[in-house]
């Protein structure tokens, strides 16, 4: 059994106990505080090098997207070119067409008798439909490479494929092997614009 | 989330499927639970990289926060009106199929089928316009358009089946690519041509250029119309929106699907000018299709898919995967165009005995004929998936490559 002091003494001995346990609490504290500290500034440290890092990524992407964007507005421009091209050849065309009506017209006006016929067919875009006759078992021996030399069909192919994205290189592959042209600069730089 | 599902787990499921469901279908041995991007998660936990997305259903990947979020919002605001009223997703959607593609109208279905179907119905009204009596369509052998009675007989492999006959009149096939027959049979009765740009389900197997410029040619001369089934090619598939886009034409209706919903059920049928007009009030409807939840998730797929940098993406990472599979042991051929790849396997290499064993090992592609695997991953992915699916099927290969 532990002997108990005098009052007085117990009190000092408390007294000096709480001044101890007081130092040892705030030293913890301290430490703790400082053990906190830094794991704060190590964790504000990471985040700066995480923002600094997502900022670098989403200017590369960013530069990326600006550069598929500044491809994509100059193939637009390139089509929108040739539109206006096709759009003058076709005027043109037109142009010849109405004066050979116009003569036309002169040359039945000057010979009225001639003998009535069934009623010229009207310009369209085909004009020579095939009679059925023409659909017979025999096969309509067409050659393998019959894309060879199609230009509607290669410009409509490159056309359409720079507006879907394809790069100049990608198209021109497509036309090489698809249509065995050599030469595609001719159709790049009218859709695409010249390479630059 | 766990991986492990709390369910009846793959036993249960079997038993109820042999006793319940009809015998439609022949399924691989895996309970799928969970997916996420470009993973599955079967009942037992194991994890798989999706190389099939459902045939090209999820490009975007499975759950994609995106189509989630928008069939959430739809969802509890407003599920469903029928066609009897406007609803707003429907009409926004339309005009960017209509816009981005061949900028006429479109009809709204539920499946790939039904807008096959529709544009059917078109393909032959716009034939009696032009006073064809009994109008004829043509495709190619081994084209798939669906299993509903009119494209059930556009698709010639299956149409064969007496079984299930009599089949609808008007229809004729004729061999894949061959512009000479093609031309032959375009006659003036003729409605259209309906082919796949690339067929998918015969395995993968693009229509060549020749036969394609053959096809718009005798359309031309006939005043048929030119349908391009792109259920399977749409929706950003193959590097472009539209396959059609890297071909040297233009055809005078589309059909899409699949990927179009981004996991939810839809199809359209999008018309060019030249088609448009042709229906009219009654000839065709669908109580379910158009309806807001389904547009509204298609029109944030549509939204992911219709960029330029992500159809690039898939373009360059299609040519990578074809380059990884090429010259693999087993491997004969690659075939296809963007991420919408068929690997020819080397005779006596059975497709389906690898498909099972590349299921085992993690991998999720199918053989849609004996000597082909369909790979048709998400649009999503990077080159780190297409690395890990090339590593797993060359290992399996290994396996069943004749010595």
């Not at chain 2, 939204?303 to 299609?318: F, S, T, W």
């Amino acid at each position: 059994m532990r002997r108990r002091g005098k009052p007085s003494d117990i009190r000092k001995d408390q007294r000096a106990l709480r001044t101890d346990t007081a130092e040892r609490l705030e030293a913890i504290v301290e430490a703790a505080e400082r053990a906190a500290q830094g794991v704060i500034d190590d964790a504000e440290a990471q985040a700066r090098r995480y923002l600094a890092q997502a900022m670098a990524e989403a200017d590369r992407a960013a530069e990326g997207r600006s550069d598929e964007l500044y491809d994509l507005i100059e193939a637009l421009l390139g089509q929108a070119v040739v539109l206006r091209q096709e759009a003058e050849r076709l005027q043109a065309t037109l142009e010849v067409a109405r004066e050979r009506i116009d003569i036309g017209q002169e040359v039945s006006e000057e010979r009225p008798s001639q003998p009535e016929g069934p009623a010229a067919p009207r310009l369209r875009a085909v004009e020579d439909r095939r009679a059925p006759a023409e659909f017979s078992p025999e096969p309509v021996a067409e050659p393998v490479d019959r894309r060879r030399g199609d230009p509607a069909g290669a410009r409509l192919l490159a056309t359409q494929l720079a507006v879907s994205g394809s790069s100049r290189e990608e198209i021109a592959e497509r036309l090489r092997n698809g249509f065995e042209i050599e030469d595609t600069d001719a159709i790049l730089d009218a859709i695409l614009g010249p390479e630059a | 989330m766990s991986d492990v599902a709390e369910g009846i787990g793959l036993g249960g499921t079997q038993a109820l499927d042999e006793r319940y469901l009809m015998r439609t279908y022949k399924r691989a041995p895996v309970d799928f639970v969970r997916g996420e991007g470009p993973l599955l998660w079967d009942a037992e936990g194991k994890r798989y990289l999706d190389f099939l997305t459902g045939i090209s259903v999820c490009s975007v990947g499975h759950c994609h926060p995106d189509v989630i979020k928008a069939v959430r919002e739809q969802t509890q605001r407003l599920m469903h009106v029928s066609n009897l009223f406007y609803t707003e997703p429907m009409a926004q959607l339309a005009e960017q199929l209509s816009e981005s593609s061949l900028g006429g109208r479109v009809f709204f279905a539920n499946s790939g089928t039904e807008a096959n179907e529709c544009a059917i119905k078109i393909a032959r009204k716009h034939a009696h316009g032009r006073g064809v009596a009994n109008p004829e369509i043509v495709s190619f052998e081994s084209d798939f358009h669906g299993r509903s009675y009119g494209a059930l007989a556009a698709t010639p492999a299956l149409a064969a089946n007496e079984a299930l006959g009599p089949m609808l009149p008007g229809f004729r096939a004729v061999p894949r690519s061959d512009a000479a027959a093609l031309r032959e049979a375009v006659g003036e009765n003729t409605a259209a041509v309906l082919i796949e740009p690339i067929q998918g389900e015969s395995g993968v197997f693009p229509i060549t250029d020749e036969a394609l410029l053959a096809a718009r040619e005798a359309c031309d001369e006939v005043g048929a119309l030119l349908i391009f089934d792109e259920i399977q090619t749409g929706m950003g598939r193959t590097g472009s929106l539209w396959a059609y886009e890297q071909t040297p034409v233009r055809p005078d209706v589309l059909t899409s699907a699949k990927g179009l919903g981004g996991g939810f059920p839809i199809g359209a049928c999008v018309t060019g000018p030249v088609a448009a007009d042709v229906l009219e009030p009654g000839d065709h409807g669908s109580t379910f299709a158009a309806g807001p939840v389904a547009t509204a998730a298609a029109l944030a797929v549509l939204a992911i898919v219709d960029d330029p940098v992500l159809l690039r993406h898939v373009r360059e990472l299609g040519a990578y995967l074809c380059e990884g599979l090429d010259g693999l042991e087993g491997v004969r051929e690659t075939r296809g165009r963007g991420l919408m790849v068929g690997v020819g396997l080397e005779e006596g290499v059975d497709a389906a005995a690898v498909t099972a064993d590349l299921l085992e090992r993690g991998l999720v592609v199918n053989a849609p004929r004996p000597d082909t695997l369909r790979l048709l991953p998400p649009l999503v992915i990077d080159s780190d998936h297409v690395d890990l699916a090339v590593g797993l099927i060359s290992e399996s290969l290994l396996g069943f490559a004749p010595r």
